[in-house]
């Protein structure tokens, strides 16, 4: 697994100096694709980076642990060790969720049509329920509509 992040990581280094390039900047449709792979793969590049540092403060505080005379310092490095270990865990979980396929059709819109169908006055009532109730879900995910 780290190879590949590895690999991410240059990748992402390899965009980043690649947007910096003026001759890209005249090409849009290939700077787009580039910014859009960019920010796709920022976030694990980020969590990738995070998991390396947490594991260099691990080895820290074990080192503390390991070798330090004073019984408060041992005590201190012990519940840190215990701490990162937990934010090393989930920064873990984050990352396999980051690395999961990405469902092509996240980035398409939708239309979404509401019709108040047949039954009078109570089916126009349910559509605007609907409508609401839809409108508040968006607004939550962050959504435009």
């Known amino acids: 697994m780290f190879e590949k992040l590895e690999e991410v990581e240059h990748r992402y280094e390899t965009l980043s ?3 910096g ?20 793969l920022g976030k694990v590049v980020d969590l990738y980076r995070k998991l390396r540092r947490l594991g260099e403060e691990i080895r820290g505080s074990q080192h503390l642990v390991d070798h330090e ?23 873990e979980e984050e990352l ?10 996240d980035e398409k819109n939708i239309l979404l049509e509401i019709r108040a169908g047949t039954g009078g006055e109570e089916a126009g009532l ?9 409108s508040k879900y968006a607004e939550k995910q962050g959504w435009r509509m």
């Open 69 to 91: 005379e004073d019984e408060e310092m041992k005590r201190l490095a012990k519940e840190e060790v215990n701490r990162l270990t937990q934010e090393k865990e989930r920064v």
């Open 126 to 134: 349910f559509a605007g329920d609907l409508f609401r109730m839809y």
């Open 21 to 40: 390039q003026p001759e890209l900047i005249t090409k849009q449709e290939e700077y787009q694709k580039a910014a859009r792979e960019y920010a796709e």
């Open 17 to 19: 100096h690649l947007l």
């Open 96 to 105: 396999k969720m980051a690395l999961l396929p990405k469902d092509p059709n």
